[in-house]
Every structure is written in structure tokens, then in C-alpha cells.
């Protein structure tokens, strides 16, 4: 009997509470995928749920997988719910709304970092976060979003010059912000008064 003990102790499989705890230590990251593969909160909870019952419940992997195996639940849930296709471009999509500073989906932590990416059409965005942000090949990709190979390098470079579009677009409205800025600086002994004076009132 203790020998039985002694070997299921040291199975190299991952067990339910090897992937809770997987999920609890990189709940982050992995809200993280889930939310650039949706650009919708109440999905990405919904992916990052689903996924942490599939890797539970789902079939027996090697323990130093179940990271890359928590990741990809999150990336075939986030398939299933948004069901991204070639093409489907809607022109309704996330581009408009999700750059706009304004969007409550671009109030939290890392807005600017992530935007360009929300903004990309549903399938260019997964195609990008699969095979670059993820490293998958264009071979896993393609099976994992159930379309031909050869559609994936060509929407990724799409997706590549989408996100240079946006950056762009981003820095030049922070220059043109800055532009703005040299009409108080012109004046720096005023505006040197400005912020010493109180201090000197309290000092005196």
C-alpha cells in the first residue's frame, strides 16, 4: 500500500490542484490572453472560467506542460465564443470604439500597450496573438482556428501593419499634444512663480 502511495505521488502527470494552482499564480497573464483574444471583459472572464474547468477536467498532460495547457484552454474557449473566420470583417468591430481613449475597455491598467492589438479585426487579432505573442506555428494555428494554412502568414502581415497604423497614429497625437505645451513654457519665470510662490507663502 505504501508503496502505491509512494508511486502516484510521484506521477509526472498534472493533477487538478497543480492546474488551479497554475491559474491562481498566473491569473493575470492568462485574463490577460483571454481579454486580447475577446476585447471584451465579460468574455475574457467567461474563457478564463471555462478554461480552468477544461484543464481540469481534461485529459492527462505532463506536469511541466500544464502552463503552456492552461494557455491554450484559454486561447480554444476564446475560439469557441468569439468563432473567429477569414474575412469576417464586419466593419463594426472592435477598430473604432476600442481606440477611442474614451472606451471603458481601454480604462484599465495597460491601455495604451494593448489598444492596437483590440483594435485589429477578430480573426487578424487571433492570428496575432496566437502565433506571435503565443509562438504557435502557423501549422497549430491554422488547426486551431480551423482554416487553410497558407491564410495565416498573409493576415498576420495585416495584422502587423494594422498595429504600425495605430501606433503611428498614436505618437503623432502625442506630438501634436506636446506642440501644444512650448506656449507655457515660453513663459518660465511665470510659471516657475506658479509653483514656488505657495511654498514660500508657507515658508514666511
Known sequence: MSQAKHITRLTPYASSADFRRVFDEDMSSLYLLSFLLTADHEKAEQCF?????????????????????????IILNAVRVIKPRPGDESGSGPNSCLLNSNNKALSDEKPKEIAPVLGLEPFERFVYVIT????????ECSVVLGCKRRDI???RIRAFQQIARSMESHYKQLANASAEKPALLERPSSVLQLLVAPRLATSS
Open 49 to 73: 472560467v471555462s478554461g480552468l474547468d477544461d484543464a481540469v477536467k481534461g485529459n492527462a498532460v505532463f506536469r511541466e506542460w500544464a502552463r503552456s495547457w492552461a494557455r491554450r484552454a
Open 132 to 139: 506571435v505573442l503565443e509562438r504557435y506555428s502557423d501549422q
Open 153 to 155: 502568414s498573409a493576415v
